[in-house]
C-alpha cells in the first residue's frame, strides 16, 4: 500500500489507473462466482465488469460523465443479463462496484447539490431498469435495494469532501492568523521605533540648540564678562545634565519591559512647561505664556505631546527665524486642549534649513513640511487624536497651532504615551 501511495504521488492520472485497476481485481472474483452460481457466460461477465472499470480511468478529470458511464453499463447489464428462472442472487450487479467508485468520486470532486443530484439520477436510473427488468411484489426489496447503494457512495464522498474542506479551511486560517500576526508585529514595532526616534530627535534638537546658544554666549562673554560667562556654562552644565537625563529615559524604552534597570523617570509635560520657556529664556528667545480656560488633569499622551510640540517648535524659533519673540498661549476646554506657538522671526528660507540636518528649518516653516521636527508634530498630534497645522504667519512670523482632544470629547480613555 505504501510503495502505491509513493507511486501515485499525488498525480490524479495514476490515482485512477490505480482505483480502476483496483476495481477490476477486486470485483473479478466475486463476479466470476455469480456467474457460476448463475449458470451463466463468465467472459461475458467479466467483459460487463471490464466496461464499468475503463470509465474510471478518468474520473478525476470527468466526475459526473464518468458516473453516468457506470450507471449505463449497469443498466444494460440489467437489461442483457437478466437473472435466471429461480434463481435469486444475493449480491448486487456486476457493475455496482464501479457505480460505487465512480459516485464517491462525484462527490468528493463536485459541490454537494451536483453530488446528489448525480446520485438520485443513478439510483433512480437502476431501480427504475430493475423494476422493469424483475416485476412482482416479491422482487420488490432488492430492487429497491438498489437505490441505498449509489446514496451510500454519494454520502461518504460528500463527507470526505466536507472533511478535507474542513480541514484546508483550518489550515487557511491558521496561515492568515500567522500572517496577521507578523504584519501586527511588524505594525508595532514600526510605530515604536518611530516613537523612539522622535522622542530622541526632541530630546536631542532642543537641548543642543540651547547648548549651542548658551556656549555662544559664554564665548562672547567670557573676556567682557567673566560673571555671565560663568552663568551661561553653568547652564551649559544644567542643560546637558537634563539632555543626559531624557536620553537615558529615552533609551530605556528599547529595554525589555521585564528590565529593572529600565529607567523610571516620568515622561515630561506641561508641568514642566515653566523650566522649558526658562532654559529657553536664558538662551536668548524671549517667550511669552499666555493660559485660558481651566486647567485640567491631561491624559499621559495629551500632556506629553502638548510640551514636545511647545517644545519642538521654540526649537524650531530659536534655531531659524533669526531675532525673534515667541508667544505660547494653551487654551483648556472641556473637550479638547488647543495649543499655539506663534514668533515674529523671519517668514521666508534664507537656506539655513539645509545646513540644520533638515529639522523643520526654513524648508518646513515655509510650509514644505519636509523637516523631521515638523513631521514629528504632525505624527504626535494624530497619535493623541488630534490635528496640527502649521505656516508663516501673514506679515511676518510662523504658527503652529495644535488641537488635541480630551477624553470628556471622545468618550474614552486615551492611551499612555
Known sequence: ???????????????????????????????????????????????????SCLPLLVRSRWPVQVAAATVAVGVVELLLLPLSPGRRPESLGISMFAVGFALYAVGTRTDRRTAWRTGCCAAAALTLTALIVRPGLEELPQNLGLIAWPCL???????????????????????????????????????????????????????????????????????????????????????????????????????????QAAPREPAPGLAGLDDLLDAFRHSGLPVALERSGAPADLPPITDLTAYRIIQEALTNTHKHA??????????????????????????TSDGDGASEGGDGGDGARAGEGTGHGMIGMHERARAAGGTLTAGPRPRRGFRVHAELPLPAATGRTCPRP
Open 322 to 347: 533669526g531675532p525673534a519673540t515667541a508667544r505660547v498661549r494653551l487654551d483648556f476646554a472641556p473637550e479638547r486642549l488647543r495649543v499655539t506657538v506663534e514668533d515674529d522671526g523671519r517668514g
Open 1 to 51: 500500500m505504501e510503495m502505491l501511495r509513493r507511486w501515485c504521488g499525488g498525480r490524479p492520472r495514476r490515482t485512477d489507473v490505480a482505483l480502476a485497476l483496483a476495481c477490476f481485481l477486486i470485483a473479478a472474483p466475486v463476479t466470476a462466482a455469480t456467474a457460476y452460481h448463475r449458470d451463466a457466460s463468465i467472459p461475458g461477465y467479466l467483459l460487463f465488469l471490464l466496461l
Open 153 to 259: 457512495s454519494v454520502a461518504i464522498g460528500d463527507a470526505v469532501r466536507s472533511r478535507r474542506e474542513l480541514l484546508a479551511s483550518a489550515v487557511e486560517r491558521a496561515e492568515r492568523a500567522e500572517r496577521t500576526r507578523e504584519d501586527e508585529a511588524r505594525r508595532r514595532v514600526t510605530e515604536e521605533r518611530m516613537r523612539i526616534a522622535r522622542e530622541l530627535h526632541d530630546v536631542v534638537a532642543h537641548h543642543i540648540t540651547l547648548v549651542n546658544a548658551q556656549a555662544g554666549v559664554a564665548h562672547h562673554l567670557m573676556r567682557t564678562d567673566p560673571e555671565h560667562a560663568y552663568q551661561a556654562l553653568e547652564r551649559i552644565r544644567d542643560t546637558s545634565r537634563a539632555a543626559l537625563d531624557e536620553l537615558r529615559a529615552t533609551v530605556g524604552l528599547l529595554r525589555h519591559s521585564g528590565d
